[in-house]
């Protein structure tokens, strides 16, 4: 199977069954790590506590192999579990776990170059630190770019303090995928039990809107290629409200500088699970700017793969599934 004739799955997870497990090196920060059960699965932990048990679809590339022709997957694009994004620890166990999860996966997709491609993991807290790591990545590694997190600590991602990592990214063309952590969510969410279906995507879509609105635009060098998890989150149906909200603090914006205007410079991928939130995020970024994801391997993945995809042509033309499915990822991959 080639890119020309499969599909390209831009969204999915890995992490190494070897993982260092840096709590007694770097002890009061609940650090994930992984507990091996035997050959196939094994359990994340998260401070020792169990997190959520895996199988072997997250290290081995024979077995993401064999599920990947079964459901017409030329490329997978490769990124950390959001657990691990550890935005919020200490910078030096950060840098480790960084490192060591980008040889992990430069091994993992190094096998299948032409099947498999990777986003890395960076230590976001320390700028100066991330920007080594990404250019890493980028320089020795091959990677397309790296996936963080919706915040680093308390800082959100429009924030001038990030700005020279970010001005790296445009400047070496790397993508930057962003993906919220279940673990950084409003608790509220977790004692209503609607973390995945209401906490995951309000956090991307707030996270997007305090960039759409800080001013990072104006101040970051252009160029820059962010995607989005899940569609983008809320952000779609945000937009109309986070313009007028805009017009409401300055009358005299321009009409460039509008939320609905700068999403257009962003892109997201497909995982809606749904025809008409996909149609809604093709309008709000751009028809070039949507790319198929599935969370593969997690309980959230779509099935089956592009499933969202399959909706009749006077919903989503032939072209447009085209596009979505392969003819974006790639382009967005050459750079």
Same mark, same amino acid.
């Given at each position: 199977m080639t890119d020309r004739d499969g599909l390209v799955d831009l969204h999915t997870h890995a992490i190494s069954p070897a993982m260092p497990d840096l709590g007694a090196a770097e002890p009061g920060?609940?650090?994930?790590?992984?507990?091996?059960l035997d050959d196939t699965t094994?359990? +994340? !932990?998260?401070?020792?506590a169990p997190y959520r048990d895996v199988d072997d679809r997250c290290w081995s590339a024979d077995r993401r192999l064999r599920d990947m022709d079964a459901d017409g997957v030329a490329v997978q694009v490769v990124s950390p579990t959001p657990v691990t994004f550890c935005h919020d620890a200490p910078a030096d166990g950060a840098a480790v776990l960084a490192a060591a999860q980008n040889e992990f996966l430069a091994e993992l997709t190094g096998a299948h170059p032409d099947r498999f491609r990777a986003l890395g993991a960076v230590p976001l807290q320390d700028t100066g630190r991330a920007i080594a790591e990404l250019r890493r990545c980028i320089h020795e590694l091959g990677f397309l770019g790296v996936e963080i997190g919706t915040?680093?600590? *308390?800082?959100?991602?429009? *924030?001038? #303090?990030?700005?020279?990592?970010? *001005?790296?990214?445009?400047?070496l063309g790397a993508l930057v995928f962003v993906h919220p952590a279940d673990v950084t969510l409003d608790p509220r969410l977790t004692k !209503?039990? +609607?973390?995945?279906?209401?906490?995951?995507?309000? #956090?991307?879509? +707030?996270?997007?809107a305090g960039l759409l609105t800080s001013g990072a635009f104006g101040r970051r060098r252009p160029g820059l290629r962010m995607c989005l998890a899940h569609g983008g989150g809320t952000l779609p149906w945000l937009l109309p409200r986070l313009d007028k909200g805009e017009w409401i603090k300055n009358s005299a914006v321009p009409d460039e500088q509008l939320p609905s205007r700068l999403a257009t410079q962003?892109?997201?991928?497909? !995982?809606t699970y749904d025809a008409a939130s996909l149609l809604l995020a093709v309008h709000r970024y751009g028809a070039e700017h949507v790319v198929l994801g599935t969370d593969y391997p997690f309980a959230a993945k779509e099935e089956?793969?592009?499933?969202?995809?399959?909706?009749?042509?006077?919903?989503?033309?032939?072209? !447009?599934k085209a596009a979505i499915g392969r003819d974006n990822a790639l382009a967005l991959m050459k750079g």
């Amino acid at each position: 199977m080639t890119d020309r004739d499969g599909l390209v799955d831009l969204h999915t997870h890995a992490i190494s069954p070897a993982m260092p497990d840096l709590g007694a090196a770097e002890p009061g920060y609940r650090w994930p790590s992984v507990q091996r059960l035997d050959d196939t699965t094994a359990r +994340i !932990l998260l401070g020792g506590a169990p997190y959520r048990d895996v199988d072997d679809r997250c290290w081995s590339a024979d077995r993401r192999l064999r599920d990947m022709d079964a459901d017409g997957v030329a490329v997978q694009v490769v990124s950390p579990t959001p657990v691990t994004f550890c935005h919020d620890a200490p910078a030096d166990g950060a840098a480790v776990l960084a490192a060591a999860q980008n040889e992990f996966l430069a091994e993992l997709t190094g096998a299948h170059p032409d099947r498999f491609r990777a986003l890395g993991a960076v230590p976001l807290q320390d700028t100066g630190r991330a920007i080594a790591e990404l250019r890493r990545c980028i320089h020795e590694l091959g990677f397309l770019g790296v996936e963080i997190g919706t915040r680093v600590g *308390d800082t959100e991602l429009g *924030d001038p #303090e990030l700005d020279p990592f970010f *001005d790296a990214a445009a400047e070496l063309g790397a993508l930057v995928f962003v993906h919220p952590a279940d673990v950084t969510l409003d608790p509220r969410l977790t004692k !209503l039990k +609607i973390p995945f279906g209401a906490g995951m995507p309000s #956090e991307t879509g +707030i996270a997007a809107a305090g960039l759409l609105t800080s001013g990072a635009f104006g101040r970051r060098r252009p160029g820059l290629r962010m995607c989005l998890a899940h569609g983008g989150g809320t952000l779609p149906w945000l937009l109309p409200r986070l313009d007028k909200g805009e017009w409401i603090k300055n009358s005299a914006v321009p009409d460039e500088q509008l939320p609905s205007r700068l999403a257009t410079q962003l892109y997201s991928d497909s !995982l809606t699970y749904d025809a008409a939130s996909l149609l809604l995020a093709v309008h709000r970024y751009g028809a070039e700017h949507v790319v198929l994801g599935t969370d593969y391997p997690f309980a959230a993945k779509e099935e089956p793969t592009g499933a969202v995809l399959k909706a009749p042509d006077e919903e989503l033309s032939a072209l !447009l599934k085209a596009a979505i499915g392969r003819d974006n990822a790639l382009a967005l991959m050459k750079g």
